[in-house]
Each structure stands twice: as structure tokens, then as C-alpha cells.
Nanobody
Framework: VQLQASGGGLVQAGGSLRLSCAAS????????????VTWFRQAPGKGREFVAT?????????YYTDSVKGRFTISRDNAKDTVYLRMDSLKPEDTAVYYC???????????????????WGQGTLVTVSS
């Protein structure tokens, strides 16, 4: 599985961006809908943190970290093998490199943890100016 993150850029506070995570699935018998996809971010000088997840493939619940609830929306288009992260009302503290990650076997308790994922995209930089 290869993941390609894109859509980052420079935006003023209060603005919006939409990130994309396009997947290339080469595992026999697997399709994109079999994978949970999650966005993490890493701000300058800080560790990587959970942002949002599509949830486990068997479920239909998305999850968000508290700081982005009501502002970010994660969605997926299985026909395009792509997951999106719509980010509205951006704040300077949202500035970070955003990474998407995928797993077909992540358990519920690990959805927000890096160790739950074995496939990672290369990251896309989001800079929010004040």
C-alpha cells in the first residue's frame, strides 16, 4: 500500500484547506474500503499527534481530537481510493506537517496511535499565518 498526501499550503487564520490522501493498493484481495485511514500531524519541535480517523473499516464512526472538533471533517471516497481532511476555521496552532496513515487491522483502542498503522504517506505541510 502506498499513500500520497497532498493539499497543504499557506493560508491565513480563519481560512480553509482540503488535504487528500490517495492510496495505491497492491495487496491481493484487499480494497481501499478494507483500510482505516487516519491523519496525524507534527508541529515544529513537537511529537506527532492524532488528528482524525475514518474509524475501523467495520464501523461507521469517525473520531477527532478535541482541538479540531467542529472545524475539521474527515471523509472517504472509496471509488477514488482517497480520504480527505477538510479543515475550516484554521488557526496558527494548526500549523504542522500532516501525515496520513492506513491499516487494515488496527484495533479500536489503537486508532489514535502511531503504532496502529503500518502504511504512511510522506506528509504535507500546512502553514497558518496569523
Amino acid at each position: 500500500v502506498q499513500l500520497q498526501a497532498s493539499g497543504g499550503g499557506l493560508v491565513q487564520a480563519g481560512g480553509s484547506l482540503r488535504l487528500s490522501c490517495a492510496a495505491s493498493i497492491r495487496t491481493s484481495g484487499r480494497t481501499f474500503r478494507n483500510y482505516a485511514v487516519t491523519w496525524f500531524r507534527q508541529a515544529p519541535g513537537k511529537g506527532r499527534e492524532f488528528v482524525a480517523t475514518t474509524g475501523r473499516p467495520s464501523g461507521h464512526t469517525t473520531y477527532y481530537t478535541d482541538s479540531v472538533k467542529g472545524r475539521f471533517t474527515i471523509s472517504r471516497d472509496n471509488a477514488k481510493d482517497t480520504v480527505y481532511l477538510r479543515m475550516d476555521s484554521l488557526k496558527p496552532e494548526d500549523t504542522a506537517v500532516y501525515y496520513c496513515a492506513a491499516s487494515s487491522s488496527v484495533i479500536l483502542s489503537s486508532l489514535g496511535l502511531e503504532r496502529g498503522y503500518n502504511y504512511w504517506g510522506q506528509g504535507t505541510l500546512v502553514t497558518v499565518s496569523s
